[in-house]
């Protein structure tokens, strides 16, 4: 009887430890259960300061993006200032163009005639006329000369018309070149001592302005069929004829 109890005992004992054992496994998956369950929502949680992050990202990107947006905006108004200026600049070049006078007719006032014997061609005299104004002037057609008292104006050589007026600039000379005799050879010489230059006006109808009184080098003696040029912007080409 004693044994049967002992034996009753033992296997109640053994019972009971194998629930002890099922509890604590149960409790054990029941924890499992709990840490599993708990470490989405810890993943959740964690996963939570990322979407704010990328969320004030997107705003910063939104920010930078704005804020390039607004640089071709002041770029484009930098470029308009830079246009007006450049436009008061052309504005402001045009007024002094505008300010500036226009030319005027080539006299004995505005102008130093000299007259002076070359060596080539031989019987020939060169006339110059340097513009002394502040503006510039035109030496229109040819310089009408009297010798001395003479009655006659001297001819004018018609082959040397220029191909344009030409115009002195303040400091700058035109030039006549004067053949003291022409064909036929033989013609009468007259000794002159001095020359009155009489400018002309653009429809060379007579004389204008102030004429230029000369002396003429020493020796001078000239005929009636010499000739003098129409005034020319170079020497050389006053001197071909």
């Not at 513009?131 to 057609?141: E, I, L």
């Not at 003291?180 to 109808?205: C, I, M, R, W």
Request: charged residues 15%; glycine residues 10%.
């Amino acid at each position: 009887m004693r044994n049967h109890i002992r034996t009753t005992a033992l296997a109640a004992t053994a019972l009971l430890a194998a629930f002890s054992l099922t509890a604590c496994g149960g409790n054990d998956n029941a924890n499992d259960g709990k840490a599993g369950a708990a470490a989405p929502a810890a993943n959740a949680t964690a996963t939570t300061p990322d979407t704010n992050k990328d969320a004030k990202d997107a705003k910063e990107t939104k920010e930078t993006n704005s804020g390039t947006a607004q640089a071709p905006a002041e770029n484009a108004s930098a470029t308009s200032k830079g246009s007006t200026g450049g436009s008061k600049n052309e504005k402001s070049s045009a007024g002094s163009g505008s300010g500036s006078k226009s030319p005027v007719t080539c006299t004995g006032s505005n102008t130093k005639v000299t007259v002076t014997k070359v060596s080539r061609p031989i019987n020939h005299l060169l006339l110059t006329a340097t513009n002394t104004g502040s503006v510039p002037c035109y030496a229109y057609h040819a310089p009408a000369l009297r010798f001395d008292d003479a009655q006659a104006a001297f001819p004018v050589l018609r082959d040397s018309i220029p191909q344009a007026v030409v115009t002195l600039a303040p400091g700058q000379s035109a030039y006549a070149s004067i053949g003291l005799s022409g064909e036929p050879d033989g013609q009468e010489l007259h000794k002159g001592t001095h020359l009155t230059v009489y400018f002309t006006g653009k429809a060379n109808q007579g004389s204008t302005g102030a004429p230029a009184k000369l002396t003429l080098p020493a020796g001078t003696a000239w005929g009636d069929n010499g000739f003098v040029t129409y005034w020319q912007s170079e020497m050389a080409d006053a001197l071909m004829y």
